[in-house]
């Protein structure tokens, strides 16, 4: 459909790299205005019991983060613009499948439609952003790591936007909520459609599975399986988190404030972090922020057998957990999203995101599968509760340990660039 509108419209002929970190701030508060409520919208609504709600909620995630890869590889093919017009379209109609369906089946059609259109349209725009982040930094202008931690900046600030515009909404029911959401990709949409530059044509003939080439460099999949474990880390304020609320005598309303405090800490630090990652290097700062993601489920382990206090006391495991894993999301994202060219070439450097991803989405679909169970031991405080604490720190800490022998190679060929 996208190539069919081209016939009318001439595309521009350069990209405008700010572009891309706005549409991921679209992306976010389009996103996070209805998946929030759909678990709601399922129990209140839908009547329907917790493991059909999480049933439904996961198959939503994996469709997304499992289907990166494919995303990616119909980018290398296709080309970005084509596929990030096609993301949206599907994540609209699954927008509207959520708002308009009254039986069980076209809702999980809808969020499964909803997890596709991201996987879509998420790597392409990553794979846009690494090109246009390559060229400024060989002009002397914004690194390729800033424009990701800029990227990351505008995500989180449409994440803080996105559960504020769906609040407005919620009152009207979540069909208004689902259709508020159809509207701002609506919006996206037509933006990129004027904005995008049209993907160059290639001479070469196209492989039918280009995708497969990411797999063939060792050192990259070492790498997307360790990187794996900051997806799995960082997804456990969704699914670890509310356990030591419970284990602390909080409530769920407690989940809003440590949301926005981590939101408030990218917003603020993610740049400045940024550089000074740039500047020690990815063989220094992975493996620091994967220490520091690791401290962060120690952290709540030193807390996790003893009777909490009373007063705003019993929110600080929650809170140090909160802030370890986000500052070590901000040394690790920006970096690691900064290494995918050096892997990749210009042939399938979407697949090779779209790879990470999905490797990503597969960590957090098995982990909380083994690990789920486990965390039942923390939810009252007693020796037990200390040991799925440690087993989370121990994911992070392996994957510390691999990044020091991953990166090597580049921590060499820094020293040699600097003689």
Known sequence: MPAFFDRFYRAPSRLWPPLLPGSQLVFNIG????????????????????????????????????????????????????????????RICGYLLLALGETLWPIVLGACLTGIGGALFSPSIEALLAKAGTQSEAAGKRSRAEWFALFAVCGELGAVLGPVLGSLLAGFGFQQVALAGAGVFVVALLVLFFSLPRDARRQETLHIAPWWQTFRNRRFVAFIVAYSGYLFSYNQLYLAL????????????????????????VIVLQLPLARVARRAGAARMLPLGFSLLAAAFASVALFAAA???????RLLPATGMVTLLTLGQMLIVPVGMDLIPRFANEQNLGAHYGALASMGGLAVLVGNFALGAQLDHALVPSPQAVRPWLWLAAVPLCSALAMIVICRPFRRAARAGSR
Request: glycine share 12%; proline share 5%; hydrophobic share 50%.
């Open 242 to 265: 509310p356990v030591e609320l419970r284990r602390s005598g909080s409530s769920e309303s407690d989940l809003g404030p440590l949301f926005m405090l981590a939101s408030l800490l």
């Open 31 to 90: 996103f996070y205005a209805v998946v929030p409520f759909l678990a709601i919208f399922l129990r209140d609504d839908m009547r329907l019991s917790g493991w059909a709600i999480g049933l439904v909620i996961g198959l939503r995630t994996f469709s997304q983060q499992g289907m990166f890869l494919l995303g990616g590889a119909l980018a290398d093919r296709f080309g970005a613009r084509v596929v990030i017009l096609c993301g949206c379209l599907v």
């Open 307 to 313: 009777t909490p206090p009373e007063g705003w006391l």
